[in-house]
């Protein structure tokens, strides 16, 4: 059997890492929330598709299943769907291919810190909200 530095912590860890994964999200979420209209016209830039309706799934995601995620329910279907969030926000966000230099720069940074994140995701996914989390209980 092999035991790890971090065995015994590993449940502390994995809340640690929820919330640091989150906390970001959250305070954007909040953000975006408090300031839809604001929020509406941004996705509008970007061209999402139907900026409304991207405004209020950002919402959702970022705040509200944010919370969830850092509380540990439903850890493992969220955490992958945020992750297909992620991923699909840095493509729409941060399409540096298409830039050049100084925001070609700038942009690729968001994008591959957003490619980090998605790495965080897939591993809560795969892992678990841990001990300190609602699936527990």
């Known amino acids: ?15 640690l890492a ?12 909040w953000s975006k929330l408090t300031g839809f209209e604001g929020t509406v016209n ?9 900026p409304m309706l991207a405004a209020a799934i950002a919402v959702i995601m970022e705040f509200a299943v944010g919370i969830l995620l850092i509380l540990g329910f439903y850890t493992r279907p969220l955490a992958f ?6 991923l699909g926000t840095a493509l ?8 050049v230099d100084p925001e070609r ?5 968001q ?3 957003n ?5 965080g995701l897939l591993l809560l996914a795969v892992s678990g909200a841990g001990r300190f989390s609602l699936d527990r209980r």
């Open 111 to 113: 994008f591959l810190k």
């Open 1 to 15: 059997m092999r035991y790890s530095l971090f065995d015994g912590q590993r449940d502390i860890i994995i809340l």
């Open 92 to 99: 729409i966000g941060h399409p540096y291919w298409n830039m």
């Open 18 to 29: 929820r919330v640091l994964l989150m906390i970001l999200f959250i305070l954007s979420g």
């Open 105 to 109: 720069s700038a942009n690729m940074t």
């Open 115 to 119: 490619m980090s994140i998605v790495g």
């Open 81 to 86: 769907l945020f992750a297909l969030f992620v």
């Open 42 to 50: 941004y996705m509008s830039s970007l061209g999402a598709p139907a």
